[in-house]
């Protein structure tokens, strides 16, 4: 009796298990096609991140943009060092330009359209206080770019955690 009340009881959990492989198995070809589109957004997303190499063009074409639009630089200064996460890198490049109203609007404008990601942060506008510049704005901001990581950084990332984990481990 207790033999037949066990494979009952099996016989209730295979079907359960059954019946959640033929749901998983139903929806296989959404999950795929799910996962395809995931990866094709996330190559575009890629795409915006440019690679160590690519970063000098990226800061020429941030300065064309302001040049283009009339702008005078007065400031134009990345930073020494960049702020390194698990997959990219943050470069922040201080930035003080002089022109009117609506050369300023244009200039953000084109940075937002830029095929890189480029942010405006700790925007100041003010009047100019030069003679010369009168009726003049002078934006002052930190334009934060990004790049990808290339294999060796990511490869140094990892060991540097794994090296911290392990002297956190053995200071214990």
Do not use: C, W
């Not at 200039?107 to 942060?121: A, Y």
């Not at 700790?122 to 930190?142: C, F, H, N, R, Y």
């Amino acid at each position: 009796m207790d033999e037949l009340a066990a494979t009952e009881n099996e016989e209730v959990q295979l079907k359960a298990k059954f019946m959640d492989k033929k749901k998983l198995a139903v929806n296989l070809e959404a999950y795929e096609k799910r996962l395809s589109d995931i990866e094709r957004s996330f190559g575009t997303l890629l795409k915006q991140l440019p690679k160590k190499s690519e970063m000098e063009a990226l800061l020429t074409d941030i300065n064309q943009a302001g040049l283009g639009r009339g702008l005078q630089f007065e400031l134009f200064k990345p930073s020494a060092t960049e702020t390194i996460t698990e997959y990219y890198a943050e470069l922040p490049v201080t930035i003080k330009v002089t022109g009117d109203y609506h050369s300023l609007g244009n200039f953000t404008s084109d940075l937002s359209k830029l095929p890189r990601i480029v942010l405006l942060n700790d925007v100041a506008i003010s009047s100019s206080t030069i003679k010369e510049k009168e009726g003049l704005l002078v934006m002052d901001a930190v334009a934060k770019t990004y790049r990808y990581l290339d294999e060796e950084e990511i490869a140094a990332q990892a060991k540097a955690k794994n090296d911290k984990e392990k002297q956190m481990k053995g200071g214990k």
